[in-house]
């Protein structure tokens, strides 16, 4: 019986120190796990469905900008989700308790502060046989690269409307440039005609209106080129009420009084 009992005291300590030792390992493994997920800015979380006791990691915790002794709860960890992606976030995880389906999700967020962020919500089941037995997962703080792909795509917007106003531009000076070809045989005809002898009063009026009216069309036509810079522009001084006036007819007809 004492040989039993110093055996039976011998097993229990070498269970005690392999007990420790696996202690020990597993909180390196939690620290070692805690520091890479700050270094990477990634976090960590686990549910158990039965309790639906949640855990976050430190770096979780960071992001939600909450105390380091917070302690979660699944309803309130809906709440810090924006209203209208609540309901996305517990549609993802009544599925994965239901039928193991896993999540990959980016959504609007608000931290405890009640700072605006983008964050990335990633999760899976846990099976022991055929259950879900816990649902786990990772989260992160995406906001820059989300603020930076919004950025992106306002760019590539300007730029497709660049390209757009890029080619009207060219149209237009395609255009103004045969109509200023047009315009010039116009004014020479008009112009020759003025010089023929003859003219009645009446006529030599007409000629002048329309030489009048195809210099004013033909100055469009270069600010038209000029715009479409297919020609030099050449800067002088305007009288802008004078030059205004001058198109009130045509302005009326382009934009509204």
């Known amino acids: 019986p004492v040989l039993t009992a110093i055996g039976l005291l011998m097993d229990a300590h070498e269970k005690d120190i392999s007990r ?89 967020f608000v931290t405890a502060k009640g700072r605006a962020r983008w964050v990335r919500a990633l999760g899976r089941a846990e099976y022991t046989g055929d259950t879900v037995t816990a649902i786990y997962g990772a989260f992160q703080d995406v906001t820059d690269r989300h603020n930076a792909e919004l950025e992106r795509e306002k760019l590539h917007r300007q730029f497709l409307q660049a390209q757009k106003l890029e080619s009207i531009g060219r149209l237009a000076g395609g255009i103004a440039h045969d109509f200023n070809n047009m315009l010039a045989v116009i004014l020479g005809h008009s112009e020759m005609a003025l010089l023929s002898s003859g003219l009645s009063e009446q006529m030599t009026a007409h000629l002048r209106a329309i030489q009048t009216a195809g210099q004013r069309s033909a100055d469009l036509t270069h600010q038209l080129l000029a715009f479409a810079r297919r020609q030099h522009a050449i800067p002088q001084k305007v009288d802008l009420n004078r030059t205004a006036q001058r198109m009130l007819q045509l302005l009326r007809r382009s934009i509204s009084e």
Do not use: C, N
């Not at 309790?51 to 309803?75: F, G």
């Open 20 to 108: 420790q030792a696996t202690e020990r390992m597993l909180r390196e493994t939690e620290d070692w796990l805690e520091e890479t997920g700050k270094v990477a800015e990634v976090g960590a979380w686990r549910m158990e469905v039965q309790t639906s006791q949640l855990r976050w990691s430190a770096q979780t915790k960071r992001i939600h900008e909450v105390p380091e002794d917070y302690q979660p709860i699944l309803s309130e960890a809906v709440e810090f989700y924006a209203p209208e992606a609540r309901s996305v976030i517990e549609q993802a995880v009544r599925e994965g308790i239901e039928t193991g389906k896993p999540w990959d999700l980016e959504l609007p």
